[in-house]
């Protein structure tokens, strides 16, 4: 019986047979940002198929708002992109003020552009050395983070916080800055501007950088609509939107008079309103490379809008004005209010029943979107890929899974 | 020494060359591990700088030269263990063979010109020869892990590191042809005096080759931005991603044990060995300038002159690591087939024409009796038909032997 098997000729070209392999990178993972799972199917080191697993972190924080006032609800707000919180916070204190038709100071609008453009920086520092990381360099992390730190002692001093800072409320900002704030602000932004010159040498112009990115993940702007991506992912594509000038009005009214160019690429360049490197010759547009840089220029890009907001907010004279009541009661009705945050457009809806607490409260995720678009732009790549294209994303699975 | 046994001792000649064989040995195994040690201390310190840290502070004084002790007291302890599903005796044996292979191919590398663990007539085919085993430690590994991670890690290696042996070969191969002997003592001595005479500055095309050299020594030695086979933001941790404790602290001696012994390599081959760039012995008076170092104090020059270069080497190889991103597989190999290999073997092919056309070398400071390309009468015997070194194993002793006892 044996025998026969044997000479089979089907059971040795069985034998011989290359397979496919499941790889499991995840939910433990030194590059899946967080508990991403993401499920591999290889053929040698070609990918050809990648589903990402997600809900590791998932804490109910929407349920959760509707058992609390809104007020109560900033921290969890926090804790959602817990890499520019106060981005969180400026999203929900919007949507709720909305709702609410509560209108805040002139001076505390611009303290919200100023902080909220600083926590941009702080994330797209995150994103930049995270994505080193990814890439196999580590020295640029720690580059990144030790910029970071400083934007973290200033929100510190701010409001007492590092990384939940709760400090963007409804109806304005829990308190004010205390005094010589902002010239130690105006120091680091000094102090900064030159060190994004060697964020470039080390990756942006890196020649193994740019082999690692260009021409890597492109996505195209029909699929990235399609998918819903939002921020950089999107204007990485080239298609031209940002809340902060197509949102809606009473997200828009909070940078009236501030002038900044959405960093994206128009007729082949981007925004000359800075030097800086020219794109390298074989990145297309949509690919990695583009994504990583739309957020480097987002970085100055930011740093011109805080600098406004401070010759702004120290022009205002008058007080800050107090936020609302813990317990303040939400109008019947219900409201939707997309901000840009640095991962992408934060859109949240909630639902007043007339009561303090919301009766419906739900929070549509940029990362979230922008990860479902991995299956398409990993199809094919090489396992080295997939980290630099989940890192090209930049996710936060603490929004993702909220 | 081993003359002094005999004679005055009146050792059998058989232990006295066993005992000697076993004291370089374990001299050998002695140092590097120390050094090994002392490398991954300084790998420490150095990222930590590079990086805006301080880096070990605590452990033993300020300088926390005494972690890379504590880790390995740390390792030590560490529970043993094996994944179910992996091949116990493979998965036992892969550390050890990487980490024999990189510390066996020291009896052949000359740390001055008579400090040779074992001198041989084909020193750098030796040397090149047992590192190359290092890779199957690696395979050994990664198969037996009974991990996809480790399995993708070794196929990487695999790949990558049998590759750049081709470029690595003909790289090595330009100062074989220099020197017209495989014996690196021979290699080394005929760098002496400036160091115009060093290989490096030979010719444009030794100078090229060298940096092919160094390229194709990083990546054969699996440091960045080669480091494919444990790429951690990748492959979580490549082939070692099931290994713990002493096991996989063997395998990190072997990674810095090869790193410096590539760099040592380096310096033999195209910077003139224990020859600084001055001849600082000859002209004190100390030595007749034939790159023949004798007395104490010009064999300790010698020694430091060459432990210096190699562990420049090994820095630069960390100021590397910690500035390049990783590459991908495709483009390593694209690194290696498509610009390596070629670039070497038009090097290689210069630098034949170059010693024919100007057999006695053009920077050559010296009065030109020793012609870089020739070939001496009896060169299988060591140059001038001298006696091995004392402190050497008797070159009768095959190769094969000499790396059993270590390895062993």
């Not at chain 1, 309103?273 to 994504?291: E, F, I, K, T």
């Not at chain 2, 041989?120 to 690696?138: S, T």
């Not at chain 2, 002997?181 to 400036?194: N, P």
């Not at chain 2, 010296?366 to 070194?389: K, N």
């Amino acid at each position: 019986m044996s025998q026969v098997i044997d000479d089979d000729p089907r059971i040795i070209e069985f034998d011989v047979r290359t397979d496919e392999m499941l790889v499991n990178m995840g939910p433990q993972h030194p590059s899946t940002h967080g508990v991403l799972r993401l499920v591999l199917r290889t053929d040698g080191e070609v990918v050809s198929e990648i589903e990402p697993h997600i809900g590791y972190l998932h804490r109910c924080a929407e349920k959760i708002g509707e058992n609390i006032s809104a007020r109560q609800f900033i921290p969890y707000t926090d804790r959602m992109d817990y890499l520019a919180a106060m981005n969180m916070n400026l999203g929900w204190s919007l949507a709720v003020e909305k709702l609410m038709r509560h209108q805040v100071t002139e001076k505390a609008r611009h303290l919200r552009v100023l902080i909220s453009e600083l926590s941009r920086i702080a994330s797209h520092l995150v994103g930049m050395g995270a994505y080193g990381l990814d890439l196999g360099t580590f020295s640029p992390f720690l580059y990144a983070f030790r910029e970071r730190e400083k934007i973290l002692d200033l929100f510190e001093e701010a409001c007492g916080a590092r990384l939940t800072y709760s400090y963007i409320t409804v109806g304005g900002l829990t308190a004010d800055l205390p005094p010589g704030w902002l010239a130690r602000c105006e120091d680091f932004l000094n102090q900064f501007e030159p060190v994004i010159r060697e964020y470039h040498t080390l990756l942006t112009t890196n020649a193994i950088f740019v082999k690692r990115t260009a021409s890597i993940g492109v996505l195209s702007p029909e699929l990235a609509i399609n998918y819903g991506c939002s921020g950089p992912v999107l204007r990485g594509s080239g298609v031209d939107q940002d809340m902060r000038r197509d949102g809606e009005s009473i997200y828009t009214a909070m940078y009236d008079g501030y002038a900044f160019e959405v960093a994206v690429m128009k007729d082949g360049h981007y925004p000359r309103d800075h030097v800086y490197p020219a794109v390298p010759h074989d990145a297309v547009l949509g690919d990695c490379w583009h994504r990583f840089f739309v957020r480097m220029l987002e970085v100055v890009q930011s740093m011109d809008l805080v600098r406004q907001a401070i010759d702004r907010y120290s022009a205002c004279k008058g007080p800050l004005g107090e936020p609302v009541k813990v317990a303040e009661k939400i109008p019947v009705g219900d409201v939707y209010l997309e901000t840009e945050c640095p991962k992408g457009q934060m859109g949240f809806y909630l639902v007043g029943n007339g009561t303090a607490i919301p009766w419906r409260v739900r929070a549509r995720s940029s990362s979230f979107s922008n990860l479902s678009v991995l299956a398409e732009l990993c199809h094919g790549c090489l396992i080295a890929d997939v980290p630099a294209i989940v890192g090209s994303l930049d996710i936060v699975m603490g929004e993702i899974d909220r | 020494m081993a003359e002094y046994l005999i004679q005055t001792v009146g050792l059998p000649e058989w232990l006295t060359w066993s005992l000697m064989a076993v004291l370089s040995a374990v001299l050998i195994l002695n140092l590097m591990a120390g050094g090994a040690l002392v490398f991954i201390w300084a790998e420490r310190k150095v990222s930590a700088r590079i990086q805006d840290r301080l880096g070990p502070t605590r452990t033993g004084g300020s300088f926390g030269w005494l972690q890379s002790l504590a880790d390995g007291i740390k390792l030590l302890a560490k529970e043993d263990l094996m994944p179910e599903g992996a091949d116990g005796m493979l998965f036992r044996v892969a550390p050890y063979v990487s980490f024999c292979a990189s510390f066996a191919a020291f009896i052949g590398l000359p740390f001055a010109f008579d400090m040779v663990g074992l001198r041989l007539n084909v020193g750098v085919f030796y040397v090149v020869a047992v590192l190359g085993l290092e890779v199957f430690g690696v395979i050994l590994a990664g198969y037996a892990s009974a991990s996809k991670w480790s399995l993708f890690g070794a196929m990487r290696e695999a790949a990558q590191v049998v590759s750049y042996e081709v470029p690595l070969g003909m790289c090595i191969v330009v100062p074989v042809m220099l020197a017209g002997t495989m014996d690196l003592v021979t290699i080394g001595e005929k760098q002496a005096g400036w160091f115009t005479n060093w290989y490096l500055f030979h010719d444009p095309f030794t100078f090229v080759v060298f940096w092919v050299y160094v390229t194709c020594a990083v990546a054969s030695v699996n440091r960045a931005p080669f480091d494919l086979a444990e790429a951690e933001s990748e492959l979580v941790a490549g082939f070692h991603t099931e290994y713990s404790g002493l096991r996989w602290s063997f395998f990190f001696m072997a990674e810095y044990s090869s790193m410096f012994l590539v760099s040592g390599l380096a310096a033999v081959l195209f910077l003139g060995g224990w020859n600084g760039p001055v001849p600082l012995a000859t002209l004190a008076g100390l030595s007749e300038g034939t790159g023949e170092t004798t007395g104490a104090l010009v064999r300790l020059l010698g020694l430091a002159n060459l432990l210096g270069k190699a562990t420049l080497g090994v820095l630069i190889m960390m100021w590397i690591r910690w500035t390049l991103p990783r590459l991908r597989i495709d483009q390593v190999m694209t690194t290696c087939l498509k610009y390596c290999t070629p670039i070497a073997a038009a090097m290689f092919a210069g630098a034949m024409v170059w010693l024919w056309v100007f057999p006695g070398g053009v920077l050559n400071l010296d009065d030109g009796s020793r012609r870089p390309g020739e070939i001496r009468e009896g060169w299988l015997e060591g140059p001038g038909g001298r006696a091995p070194a004392a402190a050497t194993a008797p070159a009768s002793i095959p190769a094969e032997e000499a790396v059993a006892e270590v390895a062993g």
